[in-house]
Nanobody, 122 residues
Framework: QVQLVESGGGLVQPGGSLRLSCVAS????????VGWYRQAPGKQRELVAA???????NYADSVKGRFTISRDNTRNTVNLQMNSLKPEDTAIYYC????????????????WGQGTQVTVSS
């Protein structure tokens, strides 16, 4: 059973950058798809970006050109580089994983992390 731990959140000013990491325990991480989700207060959880085991990537329109998802299978890690941050990016960010990318994109991946808070404010 894969377990996920997110890190890298914090407080940043508008226009700033943060790098989130999702580290997975367990073997065979390279065959899993991973997605980053976020949930702002009073809003539904939404997909931010997802990456398949083969490197296929999906982004939400709201983050295209600002966020970059990448994976390092040697470190069992998926990173989310967030640039040009806006106040509306403020949320708890979660990672989600499953063998199948379509499950991750639907938000029905088998495993979730505990989340990391990102606050964009001056």
């Amino acid at each position: 059973q894969v377990q996920l731990v997110e890190s890298g959140g914090g407080l940043v000013q508008p226009g700033g950058s943060l790098r989130l990491s999702c580290v997975a325990s367990g073997s065979s991480f390279s065959i899993y798809a991973v997605g980053w989700y976020r949930q702002a207060p009073g809003k539904q959880r939404e997909l931010v970006a997802a990456i398949s085991s083969g490197g296929t990537i999906n982004y939400a329109d709201s983050v295209k050109g600002r966020f970059t998802i990448s994976r390092d299978n040697t470190r069992n890690t998926v990173n989310l580089q967030m640039n040009s941050l806006k106040p509306e990016d403020t949320a708890i960010y979660y990672c989600n994983t499953d063998r199948f990318l379509n499950q991750v994109i639907r938000g029905t991946g088998r495993t979730w992390g505990q989340g990391t808070q990102v606050t964009v404010s001056s």
